[in-house]
């Protein structure tokens, strides 16, 4: 993430409202158009957090929530150099892991979570990451949009993780409005067009992260400003 970044709100509590909540839904036929030229800007976009395996996404996942992923970068440097595998994180601790995440929001009860997850991992897995929604969402600190973004990253699962920019760009552009978070996800899932879905919640939450930002939209620099349906255009 760049400077200014905003962390990752906790999706389930979003929700849509204020005097942009009425925006009229985006044509349909402007939808491919929108992700065409997404796409075009960024072929392959990525995930910002850093990892190094299915396991140690995981876990830089679920250290996101309220926090930014420069932090949670700088802070697993140091913790996925000694234990990038759920045996090693559990062998840690829960208070060794505690130090090593004490920068990032609400560490105490995401340190517990990791070493539980960990701890699940290792016992009852066979120490491998989960492919199945389900039982990604069994394990301690992982919720929906979590697996979503789990799913899609390791798994390449055309998976729609809403967090607060998805959740945004959705609802000010058109695209997807909805007043929840599931609301979103649904509606993504049935208006995003092949080839465009399984990176569509990346382009998403990068254009939403540096160009439709929260409070003053960078209208002038957006490439699908046109197809946009937002009414107060900074253009």
Known sequence: MGQGEQGHRPATNLRWRGSDAKVPRMKKADVPLFFERLSAADP??????????????????????????????????????????????????????????????LYRNKAKNVYALSVMLRDQFDSAVPQDRA??????????????????????????????????????????????????????????????????HHWLILHGRYVCVARKPKCSACSVHDLCRYKAKTI
């Open 135 to 200: 039982t990604l969402m069994s394990l301690p600190g992982v919720g929906r949009k979590t697996a979503n973004v789990v799913m899609n990253e390791a798994f390449g699962e055309a998976t729609f993780a809403v967090d607060t920019h998805v959740f945004r760009l959705s609802n000010r552009t058109g695209l997807a409005p909805g007043k929840t978070v599931l609301d979103v996800e649904k509606k993504l899932e049935k208006r995003v067009p092949e080839p465009y879905r399984l990176h569509a």
């Open 44 to 105: 392959t976009p990525q995930t910002e957090l850093a990892f190094t395996n299915n396991f140690t996404l995981l876990v830089a996942v679920v250290l996101s929530a309220q926090a930014t992923d420069k932090g949670v970068n700088r802070a697993t440097e140091a913790l996925f150099r000694k234990a990038d595998s759920p045996g090693k994180m559990a062998a840690l601790g829960e208070a060794r892991i505690r130090d090593y995440i004490k920068t990032i929001g």
